[in-house]
């Protein structure tokens, strides 16, 4: 980023994110000892709310940000600077970082710290969720679903996934959703909506290939039928989609009603059922420190 003087970074860890092998406290401490910056790091409490983390900002003036976690972590920072022209770093402490992977930062704790020092910032576009901020992906459906069920077991990764993916695949239950985007209604059967800013899940599912952070459109993806086969591809082989099972469309805005109550979450974060979903484009919301 080109800081130099006394710039001020504020670290929010998540000490309770998924990755649980790494002492990043002490590797930031290290990697700035000899650099002149002024750095605080506030550890989250159980809670993970916002407000500490406005209070925090509020008394520290910092002119970068930086989410020590997953996705979760990133978008309850996300919330707190988007508007007030700070910029966000991403130091990738979580059992998945979708949204990490998919900037290009490193999963190596130095080799991630000194992108904040030499990264660029970049300008990406957020969406607005109900009420909710989403910068990566939100869905309904089957993928939520395996959330809920990948939180509450011990496995993490691509195979934990995959394991809770398995469960999942023979309980989840078709919607029945109605769609309008882009000055159209439709009636869709699926077994999964997505709302996708990005394009691959942190567990390495690749959901949606034309996806990107700032082409002024998101995409919802309707996944009709979920089968072994498309997992494969989602997670491992990357091949083209069957379109009979998914259809993709790209829009600025999107109102959907499911005719049940459907699994919800936001970039990881599992968020209970709703039954209808409201989303806009903002563009150019949010600053992001990303590698040079």
Known sequence: MDQSGNSKILFILNSGAGNKGIHWQAEIETYFAALSYIIEVLTLGK???????????????????????????????????????????????????????????????????????????????LIRVNE???????????NAFVIKKFEA????????????????LFQNRMMDVD???????????????VIANGNSYGSGALINPIGKLDDYLFEVIAVKKISLRELFKMLVSHQP????????????????KS?????????????????EVKAVLLPNALQIVVPG
Request: proline share 4%.
């Open 241 to 256: 989609y069957d379109p009979k099972k998914i259809a993709t469309y790209q829009t600025e805005r999107l109102n959907m």
């Open 47 to 125: 809670d993970c709310s916002v407000a500490p983390v406005n209070e925090k900002i509020n008394l520290f003036s910092p002119t970068l940000v930086v989410a020590v976690g997953g996705d979760g972590t990133v978008k309850l920072v996300a919330e707190c600077v988007f508007e007030k022209n700070i910029s966000l770093g991403i130091l990738p402490g979580g059992s998945a970082n979708g949204l990490a992977k998919e900037l290009g930062i490193p999963m190596e704790p130095q080799a991630a710290l000194q992108i904040l020092v030499t990264g660029n910032s970049k300008k990406i576009h």
């Open 153 to 168: 077991q011990s496995g993490r990764g691509m195979w934990g996934y995959l394991k809770a993916s398995i469960k999942v």
């Open 259 to 275: 005719v049940k109550r459907a699994y919800f979450q936001v970039d990881g974060e599992y968020l209970g059922k709703i039954n």
């Open 179 to 193: 769609i309008q985007i882009n000055g159209t209604n439709k009636r869709v059967n699926a077994a999964m909506i």
């Open 132 to 142: 909710h901020l989403c910068i990566h992906l939100s869905d309904i459906g089957f």
